[in-house]
């Protein structure tokens, strides 16, 4: 299957039948907004096919997550500053195709060849915009060493963005992924919460909300921690000022001397439950978080303790640390009762597993087998590998459809002996 045909997907990719109804007045709004535009009249024609075709992929509920196989090369057509350390790269396809919808929340994945003598480097980063016809963008923070630890190198990745990414050059991008995502099925009012560079799905979310969706409501918590460091100050206030069913609160947590109460911000502190409860009637919202691992490990116990019920909290978390100070679903120790032997097929490996590892990856990496990797956190899917024999369960759920023989190894433990492709 090529990948324009998969590509027609993304945003069908989870609709039951109660979605098509919505997705067909998406269709007919889109159509009609496309009409009064003036692009080429052969664009049209491939959009509104495009579109047909997501009607029907949503009609035959083809569990199909990948907008295309592999790699394809973007070019950047524009970098722009966003905040300290923050900068947007715009993304168009270098073959020219139209651009396979994404599920606002989405991420895309990087191959990023920061050393030519070594495999890329693979990095997830959100969608940012809305779902465009074309282009993508991600925004990327700079992650400056450790506090404290300035000899350490910065961040691999977002350094090799910020400092030798420019209009013109090609990145190779894996197809938008991830499971968190607004459900397209679900007109309930949302709470959208996003803290520091965790705010790059929130506003994906946002904006398609304010563009798409005029009929759901939606409370947007943004804490930063001043001007400074606040990315898309002008679109939120824009979004904020221009869409009744969206309502912005952004709190700093250090405002800078001539921030200002009212004008740049609306509350001194950090998004926590005590300011949510202070704006929010009830808890009778669908809420999607994503932010640093301080906001998150308190955030979703504080929702759950408030009487949110588990399957109205989604989130997102951007790295491992913030993975595991989220209770995971259940801990290794709990899984991985007493040792037991795992093999690495093509590492041509036997090891013994003491139960003492956070995941078959950071066992196998204590063991000197190398095994790929991206995010670490359970959603890119570069440390897949399959199951020959025994078990193997995640302490989280994964970001992406998995086949009964395969696994994670970063979010993965053994339940008893077990032999990996790998
Ligand atoms: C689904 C998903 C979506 C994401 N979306 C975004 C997004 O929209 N925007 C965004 O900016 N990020 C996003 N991320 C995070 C992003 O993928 C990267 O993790 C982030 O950019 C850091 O990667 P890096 O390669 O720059 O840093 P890494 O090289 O992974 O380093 C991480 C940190 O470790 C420090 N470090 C380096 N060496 C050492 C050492 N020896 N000891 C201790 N510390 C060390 C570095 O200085 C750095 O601070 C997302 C992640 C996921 C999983």
Known sequence: MNWQVLGLVSGATLLGVAGLQALGAVVAARRRARASQTHCEARQVEFDRQLAKE?????????????????????????????????????????????????????????LPIDPRKKPLVRCYSLSDRP???YYRITVKFAHPPQGNSRLPAGDGSSYLHRRIDVDSILEVQAPRGAFFLDPTDNAPLVLIGSGIGITPILSMANTIAHERPDQRAHVFAGFGNSGEHPFRETMRQLNAEHENLRFDISYSRPMPADQVGRDYDHRGYVDLARLKQLLPSSNYRFYVCGPAAMMATMVPALRAWGVPKQHIHYEAFGPASVNSIAPTRTTEEIARGPCQVEFLLAHASLAWAGNHESLLDFAESQGVPLDYGCRAGNCGQCLVSVKAGNVEHVKEPGLPLKKDQCLTCIGVPCGDVVLEA
């Open 55 to 111: 009607l029907q992929w949503a009609r035959a509920s083809k569990p199909i997550f990948k907008a295309w196989e592999g790699i394809r090369p973007f070019q950047v057509t524009a970098v722009v500053d966003e905040a300290v350390d923050c900068k947007s790269f715009y993304l168009v396809p270098t073959d020219g195709h139209p651009l396979p919808r994404f599920e606002p929340g989405q991420f895309l994945t990087f191959n």
């Open 132 to 134: 465009r016809e074309d």
